[in-house]
């Protein structure tokens, strides 16, 4: 609970605090540090909050910061709702104090100063004055709808739930999930709760070091990664430097001394590069900002763990900030011209925005003396949002577009506009509801969030999805079409063939494969190649809701049937689908041999019109073969002499064809269909055990002529899942 937090004067066992506020201080962006305000002193705070409310036209003393940071972000903004919400939370908690003797009110000053100064919009600093009032005072839910509206009621309920949930190991999943369902209907909820463990955090000095240390670990499993996935960097940031303080105190100090060793040193190659990109673009006559941007802690420890010995450059980034997207990248042209770019340090996320929201430039400069500058390029708008995520975007309830409004000004259908929901978190809403129970859908959040990186994934049809690193076509198609892709038969990577278990990367283009069959079912093993959790919720749910059938093995018939509707994954192995019919003529093939009986090689089933071509085997018979088999091609090169072939005058044949096919239901039963609309007769079949969604069947086929066979070898190709039908190439047997 909040209240238990204390304050950084206090001096406690294990407070990080002393130590982190300097170098923090460093770390903060330039751009950043010019435009926030000094933080409050909560010892001064907590007397103005004492001296009561000020008079009614005008705003209390204590909020003066709040007002000040709220209207720098925006100007126009009614401050009378700020006003009304803090008479109402300083009053309710008069008398509340904090462990560290300050007045409670200084808590929800501070959480609500933290998303003034992100850009926060009136509506949410109101409930943020307000976030814990309902829990911890007289105020009811009522009162707050009545006194500021549905929209702060609703934040306020949000907040005050997420405060009783339990993050740590025995968190209830059931409430977790609650509290995210939340946070998705409007992620304000999450932007206050988060301002609210930044406090905390900063205010953690007297603790006993296991409480801190519990907090923490919470803080880097849970919030963090939201704060990430929210788009949230500034939050995101301070979190990881103050949570790595805690839990990592011995690399921390490390770190900092490192930090402070560079700052020490006399020149900055990271200002003096800074100073020629500004007079690259200068004469380039480009209007930009450029400024230093120091690492973080974190940030400055992976770098030094990834590559060794810092140098002074790897300290920070440089940031371009321009007016215009264009603009950005006559930037990158500019300093690519100009100073040497390390090609493979290059990243567009403008063109393709990271799943958090997320759009820059990224690319890296060096010098001769091999010191090389990482650069951020972005407009100022992409940087608020950079910075800020989703509390740059403002209120979901605000009014539509004209674009997007009809006459009335109002959204068809009633229909919300949400710009503040990134593509993670509506995948997140519409994966929890398939959740076959909470533990699933605990579990799946968890390995969700540990992911550290996303890709992004073309359509055939332009365009795009945002996956987990390592997703496979599998979580592709789920992503796609959710449920509908129980009947996804394959893909297409690239424009080649490939299995559903395919690892996607970066920039591929995934065409996905549908089969047309309403009843079409996942496989079991689907599940082993879904990285993602719709996918995998989705594919335990329906096999959970479809339990296999025993297999009754004493009746041939059942088994066939339930071989042909199952999916392929279960095929069986070799089993012919019809007992052969009686013996048919082959086609007729004369050799120049007298007396000799003929042949038909079974590897390669020749058929006219193939050029053939004969060889004489033990017992006066002669083997026809198709000129390009590799059995003929090894008696030729074994010295055995080649005996002239041609076709006579009968038509009927038999030849064998192999069809290659994606596994789906119901695929042995409309390619045997397939073959007997063409006047086929079936000779035998067999199915091969299936290897990645693929099988294969092979087929003996009689056909009353000849000339009927590409006719029918299209009509297989044409059957939903089949990718592939050739002539049989079996492997030859050694001659006789």
């Known amino acids: 609970m909040s209240a238990e937090a204390t304050n950084p004067a206090t001096p406690g066992p294990a407070t990080p605090a002393p130590k982190v506020s300097a170098p923090l201080e460093q770390a903060v962006p330039a751009a950043h540090r010019r435009k926030s305000r000094p933080r409050i002193d909560l010892r001064r705070l907590g007397r103005a909050a004492l001296l009561g409310p000020a008079a009614r036209d005008r705003l209390p003393d204590a909020i003066g910061h709040v007002a000040d940071a709220h209207r720098a972000h925006h100007p126009d903004a009614d401050l009378e709702p700020l006003r009304r919400a803090y008479v109402l939370a ?14 409670y009110i200084t808590h929800p000053l501070a959480v609500t100063l933290i998303l003034a100064e992100l850009g926060a919009e009136t509506t949410t600093l109101t409930a943020s004055l307000l976030h814990d009032t309902v829990e911890d005072t007289e105020v009811t839910l009522d009162q707050v709808r009545e006194e500021f509206g549905e929209e702060v009621r609703y934040l306020v309920d949000g907040v005050t739930k997420l405060e009783k949930v339990d993050y740590g190991a025995a968190a209830e999943p059931e409430t977790f999930r609650k509290m ?126 990834k590559r060794g010995p810092m140098r002074g450059a790897d300290f920070g980034r440089l940031l371009v900030l321009v007016s215009e997207d264009a603009d950005c990248y006559g930037v990158l042209g500019e300093l690519h011209t100009c100073l040497t770019p390390v090609v493979s340090e290059f990243k567009d996320f403008i063109a393709v925005p990271k799943f958090n929201l997320y759009q820059s430039l990224h690319t890296a400069v060096a010098r001769g003396d091999g010191e090389v500058a990482e650069v951020l390029i972005r407009t100022h708008q992409m940087h608020k949002v950079a910075e800020a995520g989703v509390i740059a975007l403002g209120s979901p309830y605000a009014t539509p577009s004209e674009d997007q409004a009809d006459g009335d000004g109002e959204r068809p259908d009633g229909e919300r506009a949400d710009p503040t929901r990134p593509g993670w978190l509506s995948r997140l809403l519409d994966w ?13 959040l968890r390995e969700d969030l540990a992911q550290d990186r996303e890709i992004t994934v073309f359509r055939a049809d332009g365009g795009s999805l945002g996956l987990p690193e390592g997703a496979s076509c599998v979580d592709a198609a789920y992503a796609q079409y959710g449920e509908d892709a129980h009947a996804c038969i394959g893909a297409r990577v690239n424009g080649r063939l490939a299995t559903l278990s395919t690892v996607l990367r970066d920039g591929d283009t995934v065409q ?13 093993e689907w599940l082993e190649h879904a990285h993602t959790p719709a996918a995998r919720i989705a594919i335990q749910r329906w096999l959970a809701a479809h339990p296999s059938p025993a297999a009754d093995p004493s009746s ?18 070799e089993r012919p689908v019809q007992d052969a019919p009686a013996e048919r003529p082959a086609a007729s093939a004369v050799v120049d041999q007298p007396g000799a009986s003929v042949r038909l090689a079974g590897c390669c089933t020749p058929v006219p019109p193939d050029e053939v071509t004969g060889f004489a085997v033990r017992g006066g018979v002669v083997t026809v073969h198709r000129v390009e088999c590799a059995g003929a091609t090894r008696m030729k090169s074994g010295g055995r002499a080649e005996i002239g072939v041609r076709w006579g005058d ?39 055990p299936p290897s990645q969604q693929r099988v294969r069947h092979t087929y003996t086929l009689q056909l009353p002529d000849a000339a009927r066979l590409p006719r029918l070898m299209r009509a297989m190709r044409n059957v939903p899942g089949v990718y592939d039908v050739s002539r049989a190439q079996h492997q030859a047997a050694a001659p006789q």
Request: proline share 6%.
């Open 180 to 305: 995210l369902v939340a946070t998705g209907n409007d992620v304000r909820v999450m932007s206050i709760k988060l301002a609210d463990r930044l406090h905390n955090m900063r205010t953690l000095g007297v603790m006993r070091p296991e409480k801190q240390a519990r907090i923490a670990k919470v803080t880097r499993d849970v919030l963090i990664p939201l704060a990430e996935r929210l788009g949230v960097q500034v939050l995101k940031t301070e979190l990881e430097d103050l949570v790595f303080a805690i839990l990592h105190p011995e690399e921390y100090e490390r770190t900092r001394e490192l930090i402070a060793e560079n700052a020490a040193r006399a020149g900055d190659p990271l200002a003096e590069i800074a100073d020629e990109a500004r007079a690259v673009l200068r004469d380039a006559g480009i209007q930009a900002e450029v400024l230093v941007r120091p690492r973080h802690f974190v940030s400055v420890h992976r770098v030094s763990r």
């Open 90 to 103: 300083e009053s309710s908690h008069r008398g509340q104090m904090r462990k560290s003797g300050e007045p």
């Open 650 to 688: 009968t038509t009927e044949c038999r030849v064998t064809l192999v069809a290659e096919s994606f596994g789906r239901p119901h695929l042995l039963a409309d390619l045997t269909e397939a073959i007997a609309l063409e006047g086929v007769a079936i000779v035998s079949a067999t199915v091969e």
């Open 512 to 524: 996905l494969l549908m089969g047309q069959d309403p009843a079409s079912e996942p496989s079991r």
């Open 556 to 573: 041939e018939a059942s088994a066939a049937s339930a071989a042909a509707r199952r999916p392929a994954v279960e095929a069986p192995a």
């Open 432 to 444: 929890q509801q398939g959740a076959p129970d909470p533990d699933t859908f605990w579990s799946t």
